[in-house]
């Protein structure tokens, strides 16, 4: 498991961690030169029958466009630094899920529960809902064999299984961000999502 923090997520290089100084793992850009700084980690630490998970705090707090730099950079990373699941964070929602050769990248996982309940100006992203991701990845090779997901709400800072309704509206919100990525997500038992993708 890797963990950075991007600028683009408001991270300042001052909490950058340093040579006897400790902080965040920083990444200034998402350029080339970041993912090959990425794989040289992977190839240091990496044993046989590791499944290798980046998490990247990165981009903006609100909206569901995914900048072209992202999905070029956590593609990269999956295809030169032998990364299995890219699991992208920043985003107060949820956010298109991509599958690129056969591993799961998350964009934008949103909150499963935070302190801005009553905080008004965002309700249309509907930053009250969640979701639990199960991803099962094959051993070994670390391919994404099923994502299923359970929709989740705050309310009262307490963590909530979503309603009915609240399950639709995260699947077809969702469904409609995964198919501008190749995938699409399905109503299970009206209670869970499951991805598809080719």
């Known amino acids: 498991m890797f963990s950075f923090g991007c600028a683009s997520s408001g991270v300042p290089l001052s909490w950058a961690a340093g040579k006897g100084r400790a902080g965040v793992n920083f990444l200034p850009t998402l350029s080339d030169t970041s993912a090959q700084r990425v794989a040289q980690l992977v190839r240091l630490y990496r044993r046989p029958g590791d499944v290798v998970v980046v ?6 707090n609100w909206g569901y466009e995914i900048p072209a730099e992202q999905r070029r950079f956590a593609q990269k990373l999956i295809e030169t630094a032998g990364v299995d699941l890219i699991h992208g964070q920043s985003s107060h929602h949820v956010k298109g899920i991509e599958v690129h050769r056969g ?3 998350l964009y934008g996982c ?3 529960i935070n302190d801005y309940e009553g905080i008004s100006g965002q309700e249309a992203f509907r930053g009250d809902l969640g979701l639990m991701y199960f ?13 299923r997901m359970v929709p989740t709400r705050i309310c009262r800072f307490q963590l909530q299984l979503a309603s009915r309704r609240d399950v639709q509206w995260l699947q077809k919100r969702l469904d409609h961000e995964c198919s501008r990525l190749g995938a699409r997500v399905k109503l299970e038992n009206n209670k869970a999502l499951r991805l598809q993708w080719k």
């Open 103 to 105: 591993r799961l990248i």
């Open 110 to 112: 949103g909150d499963l």
């Open 135 to 147: 991803a099962s990845l094959a051993p070994g090779t670390g391919q994404l064999k099923a994502l």
């Open 55 to 60: 998490s990247i705090h990165w981009g903006g």
